[in-house]
């Protein structure tokens, strides 16, 4: 079959609705956010909005379709989150919970399982959220180690036919949900007597089993809902343990794959965001000077660079999108390979295109240092490049019988 890199006529479609969707409901709501100063109204801001989207069945459009949802290609996703990700990222984190706490559920959950935990996603009403609960506030990039005091802290114990589950977790979006009662369901990355597993709280079992211990005022992202918290004696049925005990070191890795691939994707949305103010700005500001600084080989040059490193960081990141969401055995390292480049070439970039335009670009009302506050979350948001991304390259690397080839298709 012919690889061709066209949007078939259905995706061009898909495009057009969601960027008249950003253009009408998120960019407006990204003025919203970025004036209100409290971190926890801000989140709530986006709530409106987000049940408009619901409505519109853009939720149902991250649920894949076994599972009762429309979600289809791996570069479907990308085109729907670079459309969003260019006016409002965080609406689209904010969102996206579901396609990293439901990825387990996907991968080992019982019929019961996947039908209680996916429904309240598949309805066309509210705002519902879900929250991958694997980060804590002593660090999480260890989170496999096993010594005393060492991975991962928040425990499960059994009691009678309840898991009672206490601990602290941190930064993943909605984790008291809208109201500080839970999200809808929870995917908690615990210790059971068994090793690292995941258990399934949903709402009912987090009413008033939550202390929210810290709001976080993000420097970018600034919408998103994110929090330190205590899980205090949540007790839920047995049967919520996602497959076996001991089975959640690579449950909780495979699930933060199509996340991590998708970083590629929102760092192409900021510098795509960048380019297109240098652009304009070059072409038109001569800044005292007897032409427009394009004319200006150097100017020319940043930007010809930058241009070049968006085309290929989205092209990657489609790759990579379509592998992982099609299990193909490329997934893992291509997905590794979006984040990691993606991120950092997406901060790159960014920093290169404000040089350009000098001393305006330092106006918190010039909007480019924005995106800027955003591209610097990629590369440490869905496990840092340093402490969790490059490390699963190097166990890839020194896998017997790795071939460097393979990922590419050209072995
Ligand atoms: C907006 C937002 C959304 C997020 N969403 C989620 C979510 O949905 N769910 C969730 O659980 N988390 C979420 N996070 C947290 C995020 O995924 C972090 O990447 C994760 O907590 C791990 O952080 P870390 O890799 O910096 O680890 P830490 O354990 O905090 O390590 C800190 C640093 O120490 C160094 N380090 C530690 N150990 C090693 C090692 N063995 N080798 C080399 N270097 C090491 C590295 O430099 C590393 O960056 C979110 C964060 C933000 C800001």
């Known amino acids: ?83 969003w990700a260019a006016e409002l990222p965080d609406f689209v984190i904010a969102m996206a919970g579901p396609l990293i706490a439901l990825a387990p559920v996907y991968q080992v959950g019982s019929p019961d399982q996947v039908e209680r935990f996916v429904a309240p996603f598949l309805a066309d009403s509210g705002a519902p959220v879900a929250a991958m609960a694997f980060s804590e506030p002593e660090g999480s990039a260890n989170f496999d180690a096993d010594g005393p005091g060492e991975g991962i802290r928040t425990t499960a114990d059994l009691d009678g036919d309840e898991w009672v589950i206490n601990g602290r977790k941190a930064w993943a979006s909605h984790l008291c949900g809208w109201d500080g009662d839970g999200p809808d369901i929870m995917t908690i990355v615990c210790r059971t007597p068994g090793g690292v597993s995941l258990v399934v709280a949903q709402r009912e079992h987090l009413a ?16 998103c809902l994110t929090t330190r918290i205590r899980l205090v004696d949540v ?15 690579d449950l909780t890795r495979s699930a933060f794959l199509p996340s991590g691939a998708s970083i590629g994707i929102f760092a192409t949305a900021a510098m795509r965001q960048a380019f297109d103010l240098a652009y304009r700005f070059a072409l038109t500001e001569k800044r005292g000077g007897p032409v427009p600084i394009i004319e200006y080989q150097a100017v020319s040059d940043v930007l010809a660079d930058a241009k070049g490193k968006i085309e290929a960081v989205r092209l990657l990141t489609w790759r990579a999108l379509d592998a992982v969401m099609s299990m193909h055995p490329s997934g893992p390292e291509l997905a590794l390979h979006a984040k990691v480049f993606g991120s950092e070439t997406g901060v790159a970039v960014v920093n290169e295109l404000v040089k350009i335009i000098g001393v305006t670009a330092y106006d918190q009302d010039f909007p480019i240092i924005r995106h800027l506050m955003d591209a610097l979350s990629y590369p440490v948001i869905e496990g840092s490049n340093v402490g969790v991304r490059r490390r699963q390259l190097q166990m890839l690397f020194r896998t017997p019988g790795y071939d460097p080839l393979s990922a590419s298709g050209m072995a």
Request: proline share 7%; no cysteine.
């Open 208 to 223: 008033g089993r939550i202390e929210v211990e810290k709001y976080y005022d993000l420097p970018g992202l600034r919408g």
């Open 1 to 83: 079959m012919a690889v061709s890199f066209l949007l078939d006529p259905q995706q061009e479609q898909l495009k057009a609705v969601a960027r008249g969707f950003a253009r009408e409901h998120l960019r407006d709501l990204a003025a919203a956010t970025r004036a209100e100063p409290d971190p926890r109204a801000r989140a709530l801001l986006v709530r409106p909005v987000f049940e408009t989207a619901v409505a519109a069945g853009f939720l149902k459009g991250l649920i894949p379709v076994p599972f009762g949802g429309t979600a289809s290609s791996g570069v479907d996703a990308a085109i729907l989150i670079e459309e």
């Open 235 to 249: 007790r839920v049925p047995r049967g919520n343990l996602l497959g076996e005990e001991g089975q959640g070191v």
